[in-house]
């Protein structure tokens, strides 16, 4: 008998789903995908979490759907912040299509100063994984430095028209809206060709590469970041240059593992962890480029490349209190957490990364279904081995059954 699907789908069932709608066996579909069909059909009942974003690529990319068409949307009820960011992408998705540098703003142009401080707020509220601040804040931001473009200040208003847009793409992304991200990115990148200013466009092309690699299209994404590097290295000395520049390296690195040209990512990786070694730990542009986040990368690409040891490993010899941004903290734990979860024995280490998480970025965690897939796993295996109260209390906000 056909599983009755559930009102909130995990990611699993929505697989079937799909697969069931186009009529195809779980050994076809999984042909299409390069995987094992024992692999599938454990992914399809929720015996093996789907937290893995190579792999859950390879299957949207064998149903002919989006990552993000899988993963879901989804957030607990209880957590009003998270249903209020949710609540705000259409705000900002419309803004996002409004603005246009060839078309005059439908507004008076503002001061800048005073949106620079609002600029400053919104940046301060997405380190801080505050996605519900931030996306209030964005649509008014966005449209008055579109009016502001095209006052007075031109220059400094497209230098903070690309940051906000950037910041809009980088929010969107993080709620599972990676076509959206896509939009903010052109943004980003219109902004930065007005500007003419090279390490605004290499930023504007990691935000358009990072919102291709959400998309599941890690060879554009690859391409993308690669060419940036190219056209970016004669100008690493200005200013911001060389934080640009390292992470491009590290998003051709991930970009590469999830492309399976392992000896590329290493090299890139490599490249990245030179640079950071001689830039030491960073803040420019809000990248946070350094030792310390070339290890968070690293920890990323292994645990999405499937050597979740050779992640932990990582993850040991990494500090993340040294960067004080919640966003990087947070892929740090989270990242760790699904590594531990596929080691024998670990479970309780990964339940306490998760928390550690949870406790840095509520909306982060709420909102992802990678970590709603690492719950549920935990969650299960707790039903064989005692999990405690700590994971049956993150289940339930989770609102993980």
């Not at 959400?214 to 004669?234: F, H, I, N, Q, T």
């Not at 990368?297 to 990582?314: F, K, S, T």
């Amino acid at each position: 008998m056909t599983p009755r699907p559930t009102a909130d789908p995990t990611i699993g069932e929505r697989i079937r789903a799909r697969r069931q709608l186009r009529g195809w066996s779980i050994r076809y579909a999984a042909s299409r995908a390069g995987l094992s069909h024992p692999s599938w059909s454990r992914i399809e009942r929720g015996l093996q979490a789907a937290d893995n974003r190579f792999v859950l690529a390879e299957i949207a990319g064998a149903l002919d759907c989006a990552p993000a068409d899988l993963a879901g949307t989804g957030v607990p009820a209880a957590d009003r912040a998270a249903v209020a960011a949710q609540a705000a992408v259409q705000a900002v998705r419309r803004a996002l299509v409004d603005l246009d540098l060839g078309e005059p703003a439908d507004r008076p142009a503002p001061a800048v100063d005073g949106l620079a401080r609002t600029l400053a707020l919104a940046d301060t509220l997405r380190q801080a994984c505050d996605y519900a601040g931030t996306a209030r804040l964005a649509p008014g931001l966005l449209r008055d430095l579109h009016a502001a473009a095209g006052g007075p200040d031109r220059g400094r208003a497209l230098r903070l028209l690309c940051d906000a847009a950037f910041i809009a793409s980088s929010v969107l992304r993080n709620l599972g809206h990676p076509a959206e991200a896509w939009l903010g990115a052109e943004r980003c990148r219109d902004a930065a060709d007005a500007a003419g200013d090279p390490v605004l466009r290499g930023y504007a092309a990691y935000a358009r590469a990072t919102a291709a690699t959400a998309c599941g299209s890690y060879d554009r994404g690859l391409a993308l970041a690669g060419r940036a590097v190219d056209e970016l290295r004669p100008h690493a000395g200005q200013p911001g240059g060389t934080a640009v520049l390292g992470s491009l390296q590290l998003l051709c690195a991930y970009a590469a593992r999830g492309s399976r040209r392992p000896d590329d990512s290493r090299a890139w990786a490599d490249d990245a962890a030179a640079l950071a070694r001689r830039t030491g730990e960073t803040t420019t542009m809000g990248l946070y480029f350094g030792p310390i986040n070339v290890g968070i990368w690293r920890i990323g690409i292994e645990v999405d490349g499937g050597d979740p040891g050779r992640a932990a490993q990582v993850a040991r010899a990494t500090e993340p209190s040294a960067i004080p941004a919640g966003f990087r903290q947070v892929y740090y734990y989270a990242d760790t957490a699904r590594a531990l979860a596929r080691l024998r024995g670990r479970d309780r280490e990964a339940i306490r990364f998760l928390l550690v998480a949870e406790r840095l970025a509520p909306q982060h965690v709420h909102t992802s279904a990678l970590a709603r897939e690492t719950t549920r796993a935990l969650l299960d295996r707790s039903r064989r081995q005692a999990g405690g109260t700590e994971l049956r209390g993150l289940c339930e906000r989770m609102q993980v059954a």
